[in-house]
């Protein structure tokens, strides 16, 4: 067999590991597009902070990783995909023949329709290449303009904040990470950040981007406000990268159209990660969750059901996220913003920065958001994934959120229940 | 044969020494915040219930982990930490579901139970063996693997 796995991101590398795993003699292939080892975009925050250096950005740290798996890695852009002949094609022309294709080739920030956007000194922060850009024009003292304040942004904000710039915040939305948390944390992250002298500006808009002389640039906000920027860092989302898959006639919304065996409309084609529009657990519905717990999951179930005897289907992800703002850390899980005929409790201590917000679908937890907690976080995602019923403890959360560790291991563990 | 650690919480008093042994090990002081293993009270029924990690196969955090910082050790069959290469970004923490690997925001780095590499301090605290190291089909393990096969996502 002969499996090609395009993109060389975490989807593409457990993938291909998973594949090696299940089909010993296979002949595995990963095409990725960077001139880099495969390293993954969750680490290269660290890397602005000089926590870490590029190696510790790579997804696998020995050097013969994947030559020990007999895994090639090939860096070349796929531009199409001839479903008739099995075969993909790269930009220079090359041709690779699969039996198996899986489609990990990720996202891309999406570019706001801003005039100037496309000026020097204006960028993103998702590749490698990227974060060196931003590593040599982020001096201390430098004046930055982030655009956007959700999840990339965030993380990209705290990393800005440690290299000591000047930083202003423009986030379209009321609150911060809005796909993340309510208005309430929302807001709460936003307080923090001030305090910690981040000029955060929400439901504003940038206008237009102009040249201000000097190597600096000008940022016109909506309301008739400007901010001067030596460098302007744009985070407004992401999208799919799929456009060769659809000019090679695979389905697609939002991403890459799949079915619950990851299956894309092509029989031998499959997708996993950031490009693949994969089952929500909480909702049932088909979206791009973007996030590295479901890029891995995908990965692993895509792979499965590429290799003859190891069908599974697969049944959801949990969306959830984890953010470390400045050092106020926020999660959020399933469907944090509430189920229709459901319940919720909610703890605030705006003081102490610590909010915990649990939604109810009868007597099982179906969502949760947090902020200031970093103990046990996950059994969230435990109760939510297990469908748990709560009995008791149900009305015991609504008045007391923080119980929830009780709740899980009263609920959860058969060695507490029984007793 | 592996072993692992086996809890009974009808034998723990609460006395929290194991606590104290693990931030010892661990952390080089005592104090039960810096512990592992977290004893929960149950005010009503004047119950107490020591938790940790259980090396579960499915090994939640390690896939999760998007620099391989989490490694197995050959010879416990732990899912260890390593420091060196954790960037503390919290998203095994999330992806556990039994809520057993931790930020810690001293360090910056994620912790989680080691077994002490082989010689678990919490269960040489335990003054009522409501924590032992013992071979690990002999433990409730299973029943909490069941558990976890339940928010199996990958099915193979």
């Given at each position: 067999m002969?499996?090609?796995?395009v993109?060389?991101?975490p989807?593409?590398?457990?993938?291909?590991?998973?594949?090696?795993?299940?089909?010993?003699l296979?002949?595995?292939?990963?095409?990725?597009s960077e001139?880099?080892?495969?390293?993954?975009?969750?680490?290269?925050p660290?890397?602005?902070?000089?926590?870490?250096?590029?190696s510790?950005?790579?997804?696998r740290k020995?050097?013969q990783?994947?030559?020990?798996?007999?895994?090639?890695?090939?860096?070349?852009?796929?531009?199409?995909?001839?479903?008739?002949?099995?075969t993909?094609?790269?930009?220079?022309?090359e041709?690779?023949?699969?039996d198996?294709?899986?489609?990990a080739?990720?996202?891309?920030?999406?570019?706001?329709p801003?005039?100037?956007?496309?000026?020097?000194?204006?960028?993103?922060?998702w590749?490698?290449?990227?974060?060196?850009?931003?590593v040599?024009?982020?001096?201390?003292?430098?004046s930055?303009?982030?655009?956007?304040?959700?999840?990339?942004?965030c993380?990209?904000?705290?990393s800005?904040?440690?290299?000591?710039?000047?930083?202003?915040?423009?986030?379209?939305?009321?609150?911060?990470?809005?796909?993340?948390?309510?208005?309430?944390?929302?807001n709460?992250?936003?307080?923090?950040?001030?305090?910690?002298?981040v000029?955060?500006?929400?439901?504003?808009r940038?206008?237009?981007?102009?040249?201000?002389?000097?190597?600096?640039?000008?940022?016109?906000?909506?309301?008739?406000?400007?901010?001067?920027?030596?460098l302007?860092?744009?985070a407004?989302?992401?999208?799919s990268?799929?456009?060769?898959?659809?000019?090679?006639?695979?389905?697609?919304?939002?991403?890459?159209?799949?079915n619950?065996?990851?299956?894309?409309?092509n029989?031998?084609?499959?997708?996993?990660?950031?490009?693949?529009?994969?089952?929500?657990?909480?909702?049932?519905?088909?979206t791009?969750?973007?996030?590295?717990?479901?890029a891995?999951?995908?990965?692993?179930?895509?792979?499965?059901?590429?290799?003859?005897?190891?069908r599974?289907?697969?049944?959801?992800?949990?969306?959830?996220n984890?953010?470390?703002?400045?050092?106020?850390?926020?999660?959020?899980?399933?469907?944090?913003?509430?189920?229709?005929?459901?319940d919720?409790?909610?703890?605030?201590?705006?003081d102490?920065?610590?909010?915990?917000?649990l939604?109810?679908k009868?007597?099982v937890?179906?969502?949760?958001s947090?902020?200031?907690?970093?103990?046990?976080?996950?059994?969230?995602r435990?109760?939510?994934?297990?469908?748990?019923p709560?009995?008791?403890?149900?009305?015991?959360?609504?008045?007391?959120?923080?119980?929830?560790?009780?709740?899980y291991l009263?609920?959860?563990?058969?060695?507490v229940?029984?007793? | 044969m592996?072993?692992?650690l086996?809890i009974?919480?009808?034998?723990?008093?609460?006395?929290?020494?194991?606590?104290?042994?693990?931030?010892?090990?661990?952390?080089?002081?005592?104090?039960?915040a810096?512990?592992?293993?977290?004893?929960?009270?149950?005010?009503?029924?004047?119950?107490?219930v020591?938790?940790t990690?259980?090396?579960?196969?499915?090994?939640?955090?390690?896939q999760?982990?998007?620099?391989?910082a989490?490694?197995?050790?050959?010879?416990?069959?732990?899912?260890?930490?390593?420091?060196?290469?954790?960037?503390?970004?919290?998203?095994?923490?999330i992806?556990?579901?039994?809520?057993?690997?931790?930020?810690?925001?001293?360090?910056?780095?994620?912790v989680k139970?080691?077994l002490?590499?082989?010689d678990?301090?919490?269960?040489?605290?335990?003054?009522?063996d409501?924590?032992?190291?013992?071979?690990?089909?002999?433990?409730?393990l299973?029943?909490?693997?069941q558990?976890?096969?339940?928010?199996?996502?990958?099915?193979?």
């Open positions: 002969i499996y090609v796995v993109g060389a991101g989807a593409g590398v457990v993938a291909a590991e998973q594949l090696r795993k299940l089909d010993p296979a002949n595995i292939m990963i095409i990725g001139p880099e080892p495969p390293y993954s975009r969750m680490a290269i660290y890397y602005l902070t000089e926590k870490i250096d590029e510790g950005t790579y997804l020995a050097d990783h994947y030559s020990l798996r007999d895994i090639t890695i090939i860096q070349q852009r796929v531009t199409k995909i001839d479903t008739a002949m099995n993909v094609i790269t930009e220079s022309g041709k690779y023949r699969y198996k294709l899986l489609l080739t990720g996202a891309s920030p999406s570019v706001p801003v005039p100037g956007i496309d000026l020097p000194g204006v960028h993103n922060c590749t490698l290449e990227d974060a060196r850009e931003i040599r024009l982020a001096r201390p003292g430098a930055v303009l982030l655009m956007g304040a959700g999840f990339i942004g993380i990209i904000l705290e800005l904040v440690l290299r000591d710039v000047k930083l202003t915040v423009v986030e379209m939305e009321n609150r911060m990470v809005p796909r993340m948390m309510n208005e309430v944390s929302g709460m992250i936003k307080r923090w950040c001030e305090q910690k002298g000029d955060v500006h929400t439901s504003t940038a206008d237009s981007i102009e040249s201000a002389g000097g190597g600096k640039l000008k940022v016109n906000l909506n309301g008739g406000q400007s901010v001067e920027a030596d302007v860092i744009t407004t989302g992401v999208k990268n799929m456009q060769f898959a659809i000019d090679s006639g695979l389905h697609s919304d939002q991403g890459i159209l799949v619950s065996f990851l299956q894309t409309s029989e031998d084609v499959y997708a996993a990660g950031d490009v693949c529009q994969g089952k929500d657990f909480s909702t049932g519905e088909y791009v969750q973007a996030i590295q717990p479901t891995v999951e995908h990965a692993k179930v895509a792979a499965g059901n590429m290799v003859r005897g190891h599974s289907e697969h049944i959801g992800n949990v969306n959830m984890v953010l470390d703002t400045l050092g106020l850390v926020s999660a959020s899980f399933g469907l944090w913003m509430g189920a229709e005929g459901g919720s409790s909610e703890l605030v201590n705006e102490a920065y610590r909010y915990l917000n939604q109810f009868d007597d937890l179906v969502g949760a947090s902020l200031g907690l970093t103990q046990h976080v996950g059994v969230l435990g109760l939510i994934q297990s469908e748990t709560l009995g008791v403890w149900k009305d015991r959360l609504m008045k007391d959120p923080m119980r929830i560790m009780e709740a009263a609920c959860s563990q058969a060695q229940a029984t007793a | 592996l072993k692992s086996n009974d919480p009808g034998k723990c008093t609460g006395c929290l020494q194991c606590e104290m042994a693990c931030s010892l090990e661990n952390e080089g002081v005592f104090n039960t810096k512990s592992r293993i977290k004893v929960f009270t149950f005010h009503e029924e004047g119950r107490f020591p938790y990690c259980t090396q579960c196969d499915e090994a939640w955090c390690m999760a982990c998007p620099v391989d989490i490694v197995i050790n050959a010879a416990t069959g732990s899912k260890d930490v390593k420091n060196d290469l954790c960037v503390g970004c919290k998203v095994c923490t992806a556990c579901p039994f809520g057993t690997i931790n930020y810690n925001a001293d360090s910056g780095k994620v139970c080691d002490c590499g082989g678990p301090q919490c269960a040489s605290a335990c003054p009522t409501a924590i032992t190291y013992v071979d690990a089909n002999a433990t409730g299973d029943k909490m693997r558990w976890a096969g339940k928010t199996d996502n990958a099915g193979a």
